[in-house]
């Protein structure tokens, strides 16, 4: 390559293509790994060519700009991170299905190369955690969190959109892996010396590295903003014992993002200072000392697992109590539970890495410390389940989630508690038993959480109820397919078997092997359903439009305002009384009310900063990955002139007339009179327009 | 739902350090907001600095036969610029006074430069003492040692760095603005990180520098 | 095999797989099991009794919640006629059992596992009649080298160990982070460069058991696995003198062929060694004194400071390290050169 040519492509070059290989090897193998590459990275220019000219053909670029990628409205930016999160969730679980399929037929090979293997397992565990369940949970808390404590925005609504930018450019990062490949082998955790230059010279290590720095620069920025809003933007009346539990877990989720992410930033920032600047922190020579990334990779790890644990735990908790049709059981104490559980989170980083040869001691003291986040998470349980006791409960679909949760993640809490007792640990650690564990955790409690928390806000968001038999189907298959896939993997782990090992050459395996691929594809099934619940949806939109806002008899503040909510939330800011505010009101009969008068209101007005912030953000990961010097100095500089000239913005807001807010509120109070209230029987039925007959029916108080 | 307004329940929380006149409530609580923000931030940011120190720590020993603290630090250079710092914090102390307390915006024009001009005088220190450590073969690829410590300093020095180019955004603004509401906030914000800075970098001259040479 | 012909395999095969299935589903945890859970050794049997008693423990937890879900959703299900009191959220016993019993248990647990933490530590050496046997053991990228100190020797593929007689192995990495791990007679310890770690390990059984590494480390990681035969005395005896004889001394070209990428088989074909043995046993009939810990401090492997280059100039190191090991299986003067070693080993 010319001097010139590496000044502008850095070492970007031919061999980046997913098929170039194949074009010189024609062995069996590669072929049929570059056509599977070749055809993923084909499915992401398509994808993107086809949003593009799909938007073109509609003609809604101006639209697109102004109302979405511009908008600084809370509620539009986590709709965005959801989306986010939905496609990256797709790429993912169809990479795990490929994984399945690889192990099924792993028996002494199998149809994958082990570096194509590595890649998957790689990005899989890579996506799924920080483009998967961090943009869902954060999209998840954009849209409620404020609804809940009766605010109009965020405290920081530009850095909002920053946040944003940062996790679509780290998406985005990924998603180019696929067709300028490689991407890192390394797995999730990245450990060196593995991922050093020594050992992993090329690209693939560089993407990994730059797209979770985005994405943890998008969760730090995100924690605050959650954390001052929670703090400083609660409705008058809305102290904190007041706060519905889904706000308290996101409040709980935003101080360990503030405090944990830290530690993945400078694990990451060091391991590229390694990479880039011949630094040695963790080479193997030099001095250098691997054993302090791992530590502070799970300094950052451990808390990651209550981050993306606790918001579904709000979730849940905001379920069980509105389709129990009770008041939740034990408010305080899973308030205080939901504490315990973030503060231990921080003790016990160390039970990640029983094997490494620390003293008994040590070990034992983290193995106990472990256990004892056990404590909290039962009384939950238990909490949950008392809850449901002497209710009236509706078997919707967030429900059939809640419970496949709160069935499932029991017994991942037993494999927890094996996982942390050392002396078994030494057996099972790196095993399929711990990837087992950790499904178990974060399927049945993360993505259930995150699905169900769909199910259950889509109608606020949209307006328009999500169909429910494919959402039951839809249901079902999760629950079936993980246990098919997972329990499985259980056996496998037992039995020796190391994780990421692309073949095997244990006949014994087999049996279990394909049971989880057949899991697998169960799971695929659920991903369709999925898919197939959305289209229906939208398809019958008007029959079950839920415009009066309040589909589900619901208990908290968001369900007080029209669906989908305006822009500014809340005409005039509520004030509170109790916990569960709406349902409150409710029982008093002073639901859905006319204010006095209005005033105008101020909001954010939009700003660019996210769209610049997440396309230099990206040009800058993307020229460091390809050593691309220009562009990173180029995008660099771009940022640092977009910050301070932001700087020198006084338009911050406009404001919305007193008369239009009145216009709007009146339309959808005389909306609400004109539905028919319904009861809970109705639920699933077009009938359901949102308003629930009060009060609640045939109660023994 | 009743109409009454956020402030009239809680309006007692008015951060102390500003001062932006009666009558706006709305503007006060959107400051106190930015500035606990930034409070929340610079905790995340002392934990990053915690782990840097933490991991320096572990690394002391990871010299690889390369030269040590003793070889490589000058208490006297280091000296200087932990007074100047310390200096400039004062300044920056009394452009907050100035800030609070008078009309006239030359004098808080004033002490900003002055602290500006420290901020950078420590700059120029610092980049002569790495220039120096470079000659005598303390560069960071030498060691794990080397690394952590060109890992932990010059990340201080690149804050002051941010911190500099933020301080000459705020005076533009100034100057384009005047001294208006986002201006005030930005000089509070700008003083908690400046402070901050000056406690980090007594962190990093007694763990880094007295403990490596005594 | 190409991937045509395997799925013909897949599909030939397909009958006995299903007959497979279930069987091994029907047996549950059948005696086939590979593993701890049909443990070898008593540092596994340990672990395999330690699994049962926390999954003991741990159920008083889960069993209610597994039977009581159902059966409140039954008895509280919206058409139900069961009592319906929306208002009801606090029960002051509830909450005092519901903390108490996972406070308990944990506390139960918490004792449980300060115990048997101490006593299974892998740096723990295990009591036995006789004087454990030094084994160091180096990670390479696919492949292990098992150095065996007092008798001079090393193996690639194989690792024999005497049976009955407790082993303690020294760990360390040429490459990059590694687990080894023998399931059936025990824990797994992490393998790192420049560090060396310990484990102990004793095996109660005759066997050959399936050895690994579990932390993943490129391409070949799965293929880095190797045998390890439990042996009697004499057998192992006889190993040793085998390997001795008809081995070949660990010289700067082979150690070079092994410290390349690659697996056993690999290193196999590039000596010229018959490939075909399913095994890939490599034998190394001397091995350059202090090898171990010459890769653990990271020097590079100097062959003539060392002494003992190549073959034709084996003379003076070579015949040192050769020397106790040709008094040979007098115990007392292995017992003596391996704590010698030991005291080199942990300075």
Redesign the interface.
């Given at each position: 390559m010319s001097d010139a040519t590496s000044l502008i492509f850095g070492r970007l070059g031919w061999d980046a293509l997913p098929f170039w290989s194949m074009l010189h090897d024609h062995s069996?193998?590669t072929v049929?790994n570059g056509v599977i590459a070749t055809g993923a990275a084909g499915m992401v220019v398509l994808g993107a060519l086809a949003a593009i000219v799909l938007v073109t053909w509609l003609g809604k670029w101006k639209y697109l700009w102004s109302e979405w990628l511009t908008s600084p409205d809370h509620k539009k930016i986590g709709i965005m991170f959801i989306v986010i999160a939905l496609v990256m969730l797709s790429r993912a679980i169809i990479e795990a299905v490929l994984m399945r399929v690889q192990q099924t037929?792993g028996l002494?090979?199998?149809?994958l190369?082990?570096?194509h293997f590595?890649e998957l397992f790689t990005t899989h565990g890579t996506i799924m955690i920080f483009f998967m369940a961090m943009p869902f949970l954060t999209g998840i808390i954009n849209y409620v969190m404020p609804l809940q404590i009766g605010a109009r925005d965020l405290?920081?609504p530009v850095m909002n959109q920053v946040s944003l930018g940062l996790t679509a450019a780290g998406a985005a990062l990924v998603m180019i892996s696929l067709v300028l490949a490689p991407f890192s082998?390394?797995?999730w955790t990245g450990?060196?010396?593995?991922t050093e230059l020594a050992?992993n010279p090329g690209a693939g290590v560089d993407y990994w590295l730059w797209a979770v720095t985005l994405s943890t620069l998008s969760s730090?920025l995100t924690?605050?903003?959650f954390?001052?809003t929670i703090?400083?933007?609660r409705?008058?009346?809305m102290k904190l014992f007041r706060m519905p539990l889904f706000t308290w877990t996101a409040l709980c989720t935003a101080i360990l993002m503030?405090?944990g992410?830290?530690?993945l930033?400078?694990a990451t920032?060091?391991l590229a200072?390694?990479r880039y600047?011949?630094?040695?922190?963790f080479?193997?020579?030099?001095?250098?000392?691997?054993?302090?990334y791992v530590n502070?990779l799970w300094?950052f790890g451990h808390p990651e697992v209550y981050i993306l644990i606790l918001p579904p735990f709000g979730i849940f908790s905001e379920i069980f109590a509105t389709f129990?049709?009770?008041?939740?059981?034990?408010?305080r104490?899973l308030v205080i539970a939901t504490m315990c559980i973030a503060v231990l989170s921080f003790t016990v980083w160390l039970h990640h890495?029983f094997?490494?040869?620390q003293?008994?001691?040590i070990?034992?003291a983290f193995?106990?410390a472990t256990?004892?986040i056990?404590?909290p998470t039962?009384?939950k349980?238990?909490?949950w389940?008392?809850t449901?006791?002497?209710?009236?409960?509706?078997?919707s679909v967030p429900m059939v989630y809640a419970?496949g949760f709160?069935?499932l993640f029991?017994?991942g809490?037993?494999t927890g508690?094996?996982l942390?007792?050392?002396?078994?640990d030494?057996?099972v650690?790196?095993?399929l038993f711990l990837i087992a564990h950790f499904h178990n955790m974060l399927i049945p409690g993360l993505l259930f959480g995150m699905l169900s928390a769909t199910n259950f806000w889509f109608p606020k968001a949209t307006g328009f109820r999500l169909e429910e038999r494919w959402g039951y189907r839809a249901a079902f298959c999760w629950i079936i397919g993980f246990m098919l896939t997972f329990f499985p993997l259980y056996?496998l782990g037992?039995?020796?078997m190391?994780?990421?090992?692309?073949?095997?050459?244990?006949?014994?395996y087999?049996?279990?092997m394909?049971?989880a691929g057949i899991g697998a594809m169960v799971i695929l099934c659920a991903l369709l359903c999925l898919l197939m619940q959305l289209w229906v949806s939208i398809r019958d939109r008007h029959a079950n439009n839920v415009f009066a806002g309040d589909p589900w008899d619901g208990r908290t503040l968001e369900w007080?305002v029209s669906a989908p909510p305006p822009e500014y939330n809340f005409p005039?800011?509520?004030?509170i009384y109790s916990i569960d505010a709406f349902m409150t009101?409710k029982d008093r009969g002073?639901g859905w009310?006319a204010?006095?008068?209005y005033?105008d209101i101020?909001m954010p007005a939009n700003s660019t900063m996210g769209v610049i912030i997440g396309i230099t953000g990206l040009a800058m990961a993307f020229g460091l990955v390809w050593y691309m010097w220009w562009l990173v100095i180029g995008a660099g500089l771009v940022t640092?002139v977009a910050v301070?000239a932001r700087?020198?913005v006084?338009s911050t807001t406009r404001t919305i007339p007193a008369h239009e807010v009145q216009r709007s509120h009146e339309h959808w109070l005389e909306q609400v009179r004109r539905t028919n209230p319904i009861d809970?029987?109705l639920e699933q039925t077009t009938a359901n327009h949102g308003r629930p007959v009060p009060p609640?029916e045939?109660?023994?108080? | 739902m009743s109409s009454t307004d956020t402030h009239a329940l809680e309006g007692n929380s008015r951060h102390p350090g500003l001062n932006l006149g009666a009558a706006h409530a709305q503007e006060e609580d959107t400051r106190e907001e930015m500035v606990f923000g930034f409070w929340v931030f610079m905790m995340s940011d002392l934990i990053l600095f915690g782990l840097l120190f933490a991991t320096y720590v572990t690394m002391l020993g990871g010299t690889a036969g390369g030269p040590g603290p003793q070889a490589l630090f000058e208490l006297k250079s280091a000296f200087i610029q932990t007074m100047i710092l310390l200096v400039s914090s004062f300044t920056f102390g009394m452009a907050s006074l100035a800030l609070k307390y008078r009309e006239d915006r030359v004098r808080l024009v004033v002490w900003l430069l002055v602290t500006l001009a420290l901020g950078l005088a420590f700059l120029f220190f610092e980049l002569k003492d790495f220039h120096s450590m470079f000659d005598k073969g303390g560069v960071p690829s030498r060691s794990g040692y080397l690394s952590a410590f060109f890992s932990l300093v010059p990340l201080h020095g690149l804050h002051v760095t941010a911190a500099c180019i933020w301080l000459v955004a705020l005076l533009g603004q100034m100057a384009v603005h005047g001294l208006d509401a986002p201006v005030k906030t930005g000089i509070l914000r700008l003083a908690i990180l400046w402070h901050f800075l000056d406690i980090v970098w007594i962190g990093i001259f007694s763990l880094v520098y007295l403990g490596g040479l005594s | 095999m190409s991937v045509t012909g395997r799925t013909r395999y897949f599909f030939r095969q397909g009958n006995r797989y299903v007959l497979l299935v279930l069987l091994v589903l029907l047996s549950g945890c059948g005696a086939d099991m590979p593993g701890f859970m049909n443990p070898q050794g008593q540092v596994a049997e340990a672990q395999r009794y330690h699994f049962w008693i926390v999954i003991a423990l741990v159920m008083l937890v889960v069993i209610p919640v597994i039977i009581q879900t159902p059966l409140i959703l039954w008895r509280y299900r919206y058409r139900g006629h069961a009592v319906y009191r929306p208002k009801w959220y606090m029960s002051r016993w509830l909450d005092i059992t519901m903390w108490a019993v996972p406070i308990l248990i944990v506390a139960i647990l918490s004792v449980y596992v300060w115990r048997q933490t101490q006593e299974l530590d892998p740096y723990r050496p295990i009591a036995g009649d006789q004087p454990p046997l030094e084994i160091q053991i180096v990670g390479y990228d696919w492949k292990w080298l098992f150095i065996y100190p007092d008798q001079g020797i090393a193996t690639l593929g194989q690792l024999v160990i005497p049976v009955d007689r407790p082993i303690s192995f020294s760990l360390t990495s040429a490459s990059v982070l590694q687990s080894f791990f023998i399931p059936a007679l025990g824990s797994q310890i992490d393998v790192m460069n420049r560090m060396v770690t310990r484990l102990h390990l004793k095996a109660d059984h005759p066997g050959r058991f399936e050895g690994k590494n579990m932390q993943y480390n490129g391409e070949g990681f799965h293929r880095q696995r190797f045998i390890t035969r439990a042996v009697d005395d004499d057998t192992f005896a006889e190993f040793v003198q085998r390997t001795r004889e008809q081995g070949r001394p660990l010289d700067q070209d082979t150690y070079e062929i092994i410290a390349q990428k690659g697996d056993n088989r690999d290193v196999a074909r590039a000596l010229g060694l018959d490939t075909r043995d399913s095994d890939a046993v490599i034998r190394l009939s001397s091995v350059p004194n202090g090898l171990f810990h010459t890769i653990m401090d990271g020097s590079p492997i100097d062959w003539s400071a060392l002494d003992v280059s190549p073959p034709q100039l084996g003379t003076t190191r070579t015949s040192v390290i050769q020397n106790p090991s040709n008094d040979d299986t007098s115990s007392s003067s292995e017992a003596a050169s391996s704590s010698h070693q030991h005291r080199k080993a942990q300075p």
């Open positions: 069996p193998m049929i037929f002494d090979g199998g149809f190369t082990a570096e590595g405290s920081f082998t390394g797995g450990y060196p010396p593995f050992y730090t924690g605050i903003n954390a001052v703090f400083k933007k409705a008058p009346g503030i405090f992410m830290p530690p930033t400078v920032g060091l200072l390694d600047l011949d630094f040695h922190m080479t193997t020579d030099l001095g250098g000392n691997m054993m302090n502070l300094a129990s049709g009770k008041r939740i059981y034990g408010y104490i890495f094997t490494m040869g003293s008994a001691h070990n034992a193995g106990i256990m004892l056990g404590i039962g009384v349980v238990y909490d389940m008392l449901m006791y002497r209710g009236r409960i509706r078997l419970i709160i069935m029991v017994l809490g037993m508690i094996i942390a007792t050392p002396s078994v030494y057996q650690h790196n095993s056996v037992l039995m020796g190391p994780r990421r090992s692309v073949a095997y050459f244990e006949p014994q087999l049996p279990w394909i049971t007080a005039v800011l509520p004030e009101e002073q009310q204010p006095d008068h005033v101020e640092l301070i700087g020198f006084r809970r029987s609640i045939g109660a023994v108080q | - | -």
